[in-house]
């Protein structure tokens, strides 16, 4: 029979170890690993990069199939800016000139050498 010491020390370890998995679980979601499961051949759907505009706004581009759709995530809701195939990706965005907040003429935009 279990004298009530071994007991505290059962459920003591037993709530550290419930404690560690949970925090093992918080920091994959937190760092993006919540998802990795799965063979990247059979996934269509993938997070190509994030762009923090300030601490209300994220430009986030999103890749599904031959897709890439540009999408800025906001208050008010989301607004897809942009939606181009994989395949014209990279001769697309190889001249896009940012207009916006970074803009020309704004204090941003002369900051990022478009004064």
């Known amino acids: 029979m279990m004298d009530l010491v071994d007991l505290f020390r059962f459920f003591g370890a037993l709530a550290v170890v ?14 993006g690993l919540a998802g ?3 063979s990247a051949s059979t996934r ?17 581009l999103v890749r599904r199939d031959d897709r890439e759709h540009l999408i800025l995530l906001g208050p008010t809701g989301e607004i897809i800016l942009e ?4 395949t014209l990706a990279e ?4 001249g896009v ?8 003429g704004t204090a941003r935009g002369a900051a990022y050498g478009q004064a």
């Open 91 to 94: 001769e697309h965005y190889a």
């Open 44 to 60: 269509r759907l993938g997070l190509v990069e994030t762009l923090t505009l300030d601490n209300r706004r994220r430009l986030i």
């Open 83 to 86: 939606s181009v195939e994989e």
């Open 97 to 104: 000139t940012v207009y916006g907040a970074f803009g020309p």
């Open 18 to 31: 419930l404690g560690l998995i949970a925090a093992c679980a918080l920091l994959a979601r937190r760092f």
């Open 36 to 38: 990795a499961i799965g």
